[in-house]
């Protein structure tokens, strides 16, 4: 069983920066996979980051060059650097454990960006 508690969501002005947190349970934090989502108002769940065990990351292309992932195994603790937040950032943001064969996720943390 692994739970993640998400933190660091708010309201924040076109151009601002946000960054989210998600603590994790676990004493093998480090081996898994995680990863950033988001789900704007009628629209899917969908990827916005992830970051390997051995650190390799990926992004969403709406994302590249503003977001920037990191872990730190030894808080059991995945960030989202958000920088020049758009309103078209808004969204619930989840954290996500890929714990094969399943996924845990966290409550989720509103982002809200204004113009």
């Known amino acids: 069983q692994v739970q993640l508690v998400e933190s660091g969501g708010g309201l924040v002005q076109a151009g601002g920066s946000l960054r989210l947190s998600c603590a994790a349970s676990?004493?093998?934090?480090?081996?898994?996979?995680m990863g950033w989502f988001r789900q704007a108002p009628g629209k899917e769940r969908s990827l916005v980051a992830a970051?390997?065990?051995?650190?390799?990351?990926n992004y969403a292309d709406s994302v590249k060059g503003r977001f920037t992932i990191s872990r730190d195994n030894a808080k059991n603790t995945v960030y989202l650097q958000m920088n020049s937040l758009k309103p078209e950032d808004t969204a619930v943001y989840y954290c996500?454990?890929?714990?094969?064969?399943?996924?845990?996720w966290g409550q989720g943390t509103q982002v809200t960006v204004s113009s």
């Open positions: 676990g004493r093998t934090f480090s081996s898994y996979r």
């Open positions: 996500a454990a890929d714990v094969s064969p399943r996924y845990y």
């Open positions: 970051i390997t065990s051995g650190g390799s990351t």
